[in-house]
């Protein structure tokens, strides 16, 4: 197959796509603008099976590079003259990775602003000056990382450049979070073409009104794309049929031994960035131009003789400088055509159809030690389009043996001859500019999150999990060794695992029950937490939920946010060991992807306080991060922000992992835990019939539209309140562990919550109830019964009920039936 320019009177490359899916562009003129900027392909990705792939972006079809700077350029002349005067103030945002290269070129067009782009490679020493997620995005965690703290600081216009505006949700996101931290009034939209539905315009414009500001919007072209019904169903079928067609020979052509190629170091211009991730201003753009000309002849120098047809291809962010080398080679006439185009680790169906955008696949793994880990990237259009060379442009922290045995061996078979040009990596500081910077020594960045379906059952956007899978590791313990080594200074409780518990059908009723009985109280308070958090916290907060007790009421505050206010918040999951500390290299890790300041953390429950003091100490060695915890009930009057202060039932409470994504409790354990890991805990797979996980969330969150005028007028009213924590928790508990004799808070466990994880994980002795208790106890009191253990009830407790462990354990003190006995 060889690609050539397509004539769309003739064969539309989103035919193939059309006719299958039923999907439809629509525009003004019938969208017969639309169809000759954009194809259609098909992607696995659970949220948006298709895919509006650009013919002048020069990302995934290679396209005449003076095209692509063109579509760009004449973009940023047409906000120039939107701006007037203000152009002089402006910045220009682009958004990684797609939009990398055609932000930049609307900076050119605009002539005097400074560019940045957004990026997904964190650098060390660069502290985040804010970050975003994209909703539909195959890879969503976006950094702002300029060199200049106060590139964005400014009050002047911010040009923000996509390659298209759907929903407009990662726009939305993104002035939210920029303009909490440095107001502006005016925003501009750049976009190659515009597909929001009308309700997502409208949205805009509630949106700008709300904000005091104005938002403007520029594309090439504008329309809807219509869906039939069940589109996503369908599309994963396509993919699911022409998969294994996609990876076929094609894409896994072996490179020939001893892989010939010339590399070709680029004479850069000191003090030039290779691109925008840190910031590019006029005058870098000033240098560059006049040493395009140099570049292009060491390339031209490069290229065999009598080169037809020579694709320049850049790199996933990469694509602004490869661009302009490849406008400089097509001007000096060095080939007879020039074509340009990027690599991406976006996976894509390829169909061999002239009718499909995306005829044919490379794959080929990441070598540019990527902080997410290893990972399949792809270059798509290019094998058999007949290319007599390719020139692949790579910074030096790119260019590794992994370049050379993955990307460069790909494209062998494919071309008659293999360029690598290695542009200098910039490293923001250093002086002098621009300077190798090595690819990631033996001590690499830290992983990136466990997400489901292949850690826990959530949602892959619902949670990321900051630990380490030990799902082969035997970890648990019967309950009553594990108390007998806790409590005689043997061993701490995270370095091992109880058994979990497996509810009877009665206890499982009662669940049920519970969850019937509060989901609309669990709703209102997930309600008003979010609300507190978003109205006093940070207008984009990002979620990190105590593992595991907090983490589905970080997916409930997740999916608040998203219902009521269009927000798609990052939401993390980390863990937190009493007497240990919270994991740093969890901290590490999100200091590295995301502004400290904008972290929240989130549990499910106060009992005594102990974590709360807990996290407080741990993050007394990490500026910038807010010890102030917020949980979904305060009954122990600990901290500021909270749902409610009652002490009922929440029915996540009732059960263990099967409510909280099949993840058992976190593991510090030094054998399994090194240095440079994250915290460990299992995924209990086998446990899936019994999963509820899912079905807690979504019966909590169908009740978000009935409480919302509650939470409304509750979050009015405590924002005006005097929260300010009692500890009269504490304070009971003190009292109860002198009066019963325990003489150890860490024994005493109060609120229903802690009640129920002391007679599903530990060795109870004795439970006390506020008397008159009523149907919020009926599982503790099951529970209680199944093991044994006397329920008292007392008067004058702040508490609904508080689980006492057994103060003095040993064998002995378990009976013959297995059940727990008093202490004497």
Same mark, same amino acid.
């Given at each position: 197959?060889?690609?050539?320019?397509?004539?769309?009177?003739?064969?539309?490359?989103?035919?193939?796509?059309?006719?299958?899916?039923?999907?439809?562009?629509?525009?003004?003129?019938?969208?017969?603008?639309?169809?000759?900027?954009?194809?259609?392909?098909?992607?696995?990705?659970?949220?948006?099976?298709?895919?509006?792939?650009?013919?002048?972006?020069?990302?995934?079809?290679?396209?005449?590079?003076?095209?692509?700077?063109?579509?760009?350029?004449?973009?940023?002349?047409?906000?120039?003259?939107?701006?007037?005067?203000?152009?002089?103030?402006?910045?220009?945002?682009?958004?990684?990775?797609?939009?990398?290269?055609?932000?930049?070129?609307?900076?050119?067009?605009?002539?005097?602003?400074?560019?940045?782009?957004?990026?997904?490679?964190?650098?060390?020493?660069?502290?985040?000056?804010?970050?975003?997620?994209?909703?539909?995005?195959?890879?969503?965690?976006?950094?702002?990382?300029?060199?200049?703290?106060?590139?964005?600081?400014?009050?002047?216009?911010?040009?923000?450049?996509?390659?298209?505006?759907?929903?407009?949700?990662?726009?939305?996101?993104?002035?939210?979070?920029?303009?909490?931290?440095?107001?502006?009034?005016?925003?501009?939209?750049?976009?190659?073409?515009?597909?929001?539905?009308?309700?997502?315009?409208?949205?805009?414009?509630?949106?700008?009104?709300?904000?005091?500001?104005?938002?403007?919007?520029?594309?090439?072209?504008?329309?809807?794309?219509?869906?039939?019904?069940?589109?996503?169903?369908?599309?994963?079928?396509?993919?699911?049929?022409?998969?294994?067609?996609?990876?076929?020979?094609?894409?896994?052509?072996?490179?020939?031994?001893?892989?010939?190629?010339?590399?070709?170091?680029?004479?850069?211009?000191?003090?030039?960035?290779?691109?925008?991730?840190?910031?590019?201003?006029?005058?870098?753009?000033?240098?560059?131009?006049? #040493?395009?000309?140099?570049?292009?002849?060491?390339?031209?120098?490069?290229?065999?003789?009598?080169?037809?047809?020579?694709?320049?291809?850049?790199?996933?962010?990469?694509?602004?400088?490869?661009?302009?080398?490849?406008?400089?080679?097509?001007?000096?006439?060095?080939?007879?055509?020039?074509?340009?185009?990027?690599?991406?680790?976006?996976?894509?169906?390829?169909?061999?159809?002239?009718?499909?955008?995306?005829?044919?696949?490379?794959?080929?793994?990441?070598?540019?030690?990527?902080?997410?880990?290893?990972?399949?990237?792809?270059?798509?259009?290019? #094998?058999?389009?007949?290319?007599?060379?390719?020139?692949? $442009?790579?910074?030096?922290?790119?260019?590794?043996?992994?370049?050379?045995?993955?990307?460069?061996?790909?494209?062998?078979?494919?071309?008659?001859?293999?360029?690598?040009?290695?542009?200098?990596?910039?490293?923001?500081?250093?002086?002098?500019?621009?300077?190798?910077?090595?690819?990631?020594?033996?001590?690499?960045?830290?992983?990136?999150?466990?997400?489901?379906?292949?850690?826990?059952?959530?949602?892959?956007?619902?949670?990321?999990?900051?630990?380490?899978?030990?799902?082969?590791?035997?970890?648990?313990?019967?309950?009553?060794?594990?108390?007998?080594?806790?409590?005689?200074?043997?061993?701490?409780?995270?370095?091992?695992?109880?058994?979990?518990?497996?509810?009877?059908?009665?206890?499982?009723?009662?669940?049920?029950?519970?969850?019937?009985?509060?989901?609309?109280?669990?709703?209102?308070?997930?309600?008003?937490?979010?609300?507190?958090?978003?109205?006093?916290?940070?207008?984009?907060?990002?979620?990190?939920?105590?593992?595991?007790?907090?983490?589905?009421?970080?997916?409930?505050?997740?999916?608040?946010?998203?219902?009521?206010?269009?927000?798609?918040?990052?939401?993390?999951?980390?863990?937190?060991?009493?007497?240990?500390?919270?994991?740093?290299?969890?901290?590490?890790?999100?200091?590295?992807?995301?502004?400290?300041?904008?972290? $929240?953390?989130?549990?499910?429950?106060?009992?005594?306080?102990?974590?709360?003091?807990?996290?407080?100490? #741990?993050?007394?060695?990490?500026?910038?991060?807010?010890?102030?915890?917020?949980?979904?009930?305060?009954?122990?009057?600990?901290?500021?922000?909270?749902?409610?202060?009652?002490?009922?039932?929440?029915?996540?409470?009732?059960?263990?992992?099967?409510?909280?994504?099949?993840?058992?409790?976190?593991?510090?354990?030094?054998?399994?835990?090194?240095?440079?890991?994250?915290?460990?805990?299992?995924?209990?797979?086998?446990?899936?019939?019994?999963?509820?996980?899912?079905?807690?969330?979504?019966?909590?969150?169908?009740?978000?539209?009935?409480?919302?005028?509650?939470?409304? #007028?509750?979050?009015?009213?405590?924002?005006?309140?005097?929260?300010?924590?009692?500890?009269?928790?504490?304070?009971?508990?003190?009292?109860?562990?002198?009066?019963?004799?325990?003489?150890?808070?860490?024994?005493?466990?109060?609120?229903?919550?802690?009640?129920?994880?002391?007679?599903?994980?530990?060795?109870?002795?004795?439970?006390?109830?506020?008397?008159?208790?009523?149907?919020?106890?009926?599982?503790?009191?099951?529970?209680?019964?199944?093991?044994?253990?006397?329920?008292?009830?007392?008067?004058?407790?702040?508490?609904?009920?508080?689980?006492?462990?057994?103060?003095?354990?040993?064998?002995?003190?378990?009976?013959?039936?297995?059940?727990?006995?008093?202490?004497?």
């Amino acid at each position: 197959m060889r690609s050539e320019a397509i004539d769309i009177d003739t064969v539309w490359p989103g035919t193939w796509v059309a006719r299958r899916l039923g999907v439809r562009l629509d525009g003004a003129d019938g969208g017969e603008r639309l169809r000759q900027l954009l194809g259609l392909a098909l992607r696995r990705n659970p949220k948006r099976a298709h895919l509006l792939v650009s013919q002048v972006l020069g990302k995934h079809v290679p396209q005449s590079p003076a095209t692509v700077y063109a579509a760009g350029f004449g973009l940023g002349e047409r906000v120039r003259e939107l701006l007037g005067v203000s152009a002089a103030s402006a910045v220009v945002l682009g958004y990684a990775e797609t939009a990398t290269g055609l932000g930049h070129c609307v900076a050119d067009g605009l002539g005097t602003a400074p560019y940045l782009h957004s990026t997904r490679r964190p650098v060390p020493g660069v502290r985040p000056a804010g970050g975003f997620e994209e909703a539909h995005s195959h890879a969503t965690s976006h950094l702002l990382l300029p060199e200049d703290p106060g590139l964005l600081a400014g009050d002047g216009p911010l040009v923000l450049v996509d390659d298209e505006f759907s929903t407009g949700n990662t726009v939305l996101n993104t002035i939210r979070d920029l303009h909490a931290r440095h107001p502006r009034g005016h925003y501009v939209v750049v976009a190659l073409v515009d597909m929001r539905s009308a309700a997502d315009r409208d949205r805009l414009t509630a949106f700008a009104a709300g904000l005091g500001a104005r938002v403007d919007l520029i594309a090439l072209a504008s329309g809807t794309v219509t869906l039939p019904e069940e589109v996503l169903a369908k599309g994963r079928a396509l993919v699911e049929r022409y998969e294994p067609q996609s990876a076929g020979p094609v894409g896994a052509a072996a490179a020939p031994a001893g892989l010939p190629y010339a590399r070709v170091a680029l004479e850069w211009p000191g003090g030039v960035p290779d691109g925008g991730r840190h910031g590019f201003t006029p005058r870098h753009r000033e240098a560059l131009e006049a #040493a395009l000309p140099g570049l292009a002849r060491q390339v031209a120098a490069a290229l065999p003789e009598r080169a037809g047809r020579v694709l320049v291809l850049g790199t996933e962010e990469l694509m602004y400088a490869p661009l302009r080398l490849a406008t400089a080679l097509e001007e000096s006439g060095a080939a007879a055509e020039v074509r340009f185009s990027s690599t991406t680790r976006s996976p894509v169906l390829a169909v061999d159809d002239p009718g499909y955008a995306i005829r044919t696949r490379l794959v080929f793994p990441a070598h540019d030690a990527p902080a997410d880990g290893p990972g399949d990237r792809y270059a798509y259009n290019v #094998a058999g389009a007949g290319f007599d060379a390719v020139v692949a $442009v790579v910074d030096s922290a790119g260019d590794t043996p992994e370049l050379r045995t993955g990307l460069l061996a790909a494209l062998a078979p494919h071309t008659g001859a293999v360029v690598l040009a290695v542009v200098p990596s910039y490293a923001p500081g250093a002086a002098g500019g621009p300077h190798r910077q090595e690819p990631a020594g033996p001590e690499p960045s830290l992983p990136q999150p466990l997400r489901g379906p292949a850690f826990s059952s959530y949602a892959p956007e619902d949670v990321g999990w900051l630990l380490q899978d030990l799902s082969a590791v035997e970890l648990e313990a019967p309950t009553e060794e594990r108390e007998e080594a806790i409590q005689a200074g043997g061993a701490h409780y995270a370095e091992s695992l109880p058994v979990e518990y497996q509810p009877s059908a009665r206890y499982q009723e009662l669940y049920q029950d519970a969850l019937t009985a509060s989901a609309a109280r669990v709703a209102r308070a997930v309600g008003t937490v979010t609300e507190t958090v978003l109205a006093e916290r940070s207008p984009s907060p990002v979620l990190v939920s105590l593992a595991r007790a907090g983490t589905p009421v970080g997916v409930l505050m997740r999916r608040w946010a998203a219902a009521r206010h269009g927000l798609d918040l990052p939401h993390y999951a980390v863990s937190i060991v009493r007497g240990r500390g919270i994991d740093a290299n969890a901290l590490r890790w999100l200091a590295a992807h995301h502004d400290p300041a904008d972290v $929240v953390f989130v549990d499910g429950w106060t009992g005594k306080g102990a974590i709360t003091r807990e996290l407080r100490e #741990a993050l007394a060695g990490f500026p910038g991060f807010d010890p102030e915890i917020v949980v979904l009930a305060d009954p122990g009057s600990c901290v500021r922000t909270y749902g409610t202060r009652e002490d009922f039932l929440i029915p996540s409470a009732c059960l263990n992992s099967t409510v909280s994504g099949l993840v058992s409790r976190t593991v510090l354990r030094s054998d399994l835990v090194g240095p440079g890991d994250f915290h460990g805990a299992k995924f209990y797979r086998e446990l899936a019939a019994a999963d509820v996980s899912t079905a807690f969330v979504d019966a909590v969150a169908a009740r978000f539209d009935q409480v919302a005028d509650a939470v409304d #007028a509750e979050v009015k009213e405590l924002l005006a309140a005097d929260r300010t924590p009692t500890w009269v928790g504490w304070a009971a508990v003190e009292r109860i562990s002198e009066e019963y004799g325990i003489h150890d808070v860490n024994l005493v466990k109060p609120g229903v919550g802690e009640t129920t994880r002391v007679l599903l994980r530990r060795v109870p002795w004795k439970i006390l109830a506020q008397r008159g208790a009523g149907p919020d106890l009926d599982h503790v009191r099951l529970l209680a019964g199944q093991r044994g253990v006397p329920v008292e009830e007392v008067d004058g407790l702040p508490y609904t009920c508080v689980g006492l462990i057994h103060p003095r354990f040993t064998r002995g003190a378990t009976g013959a039936d297995g059940k727990a006995v008093a202490a004497p």
